[in-house]
C-alpha cells in the first residue's frame, strides 16, 4: 500500500506565495514521474506541473513563469513553489505519483490541500 500525503495550502492575498509539498510512504521500489493538479469549483481537474525522475519539468501557460515544480528523490517528496498567486488559482491542488511497488508502477494521488487566493 502506497499512501501520498499533501500539505501546505491555505489562504492568501493576491500576489502571495505558498509552497506545497507531497510524501509517498508505504511499499515503494521507485517513483517515476510527479505531478501537481487543481480542481476548482465546478470545473475540471487539470494539470499544474510535472517533473520526471530525471528533473525535467513541464507546465501549462496558465502557470508557467509563476509556479516551479521540484522533487527530493531521497525524500520520495515533490514540491510546488507557487508565486505570484491569483484569485483563480484557488482550487484544492493534488499530488499523483507514478509508484512501483513490485508489480509495475501505478499511479496514487494525495488527497487533495485547499489553496484559496483572496484579499
Known amino acids: 500500500q502506497v499512501q501520498l500525503v499533501d500539505t501546505g495550502g491555505g489562504l492568501v492575498q493576491p500576489g502571495g506565495s505558498l509552497r506545497l509539498s507531497c510524501t509517498a510512504s508505504?511499499?515503494?521500489?521507485?517513483?517515476?514521474?510527479m505531478y501537481w493538479y487543481r480542481q476548482a469549483p465546478g470545473k475540471q481537474r487539470e494539470l499544474v506541473a510535472g517533473i520526471s525522475r530525471g528533473g525535467s519539468t513541464n507546465y501549462p501557460s496558465s502557470v508557467k513563469g509563476r509556479f516551479a515544480i521540484s522533487r527530493d528523490n531521497a525524500k520520495r517528496t515533490v514540491f510546488l513553489q507557487m508565486n505570484s498567486l491569483k484569485p483563480e488559482d484557488t482550487a484544492v491542488y493534488y499530488c499523483?505519483?507514478?509508484?512501483?511497488?513490485?508489480?509495475?508502477?501505478?499511479?496514487?494521488w494525495g488527497q487533495g490541500t485547499q489553496v484559496t487566493v483572496s484579499s
Open positions: 499523483k505519483m507514478a509508484v512501483d511497488s513490485g508489480r509495475g508502477y501505478y499511479d496514487w
Open positions: 508505504g511499499i515503494i521500489f521507485s517513483i517515476n514521474d
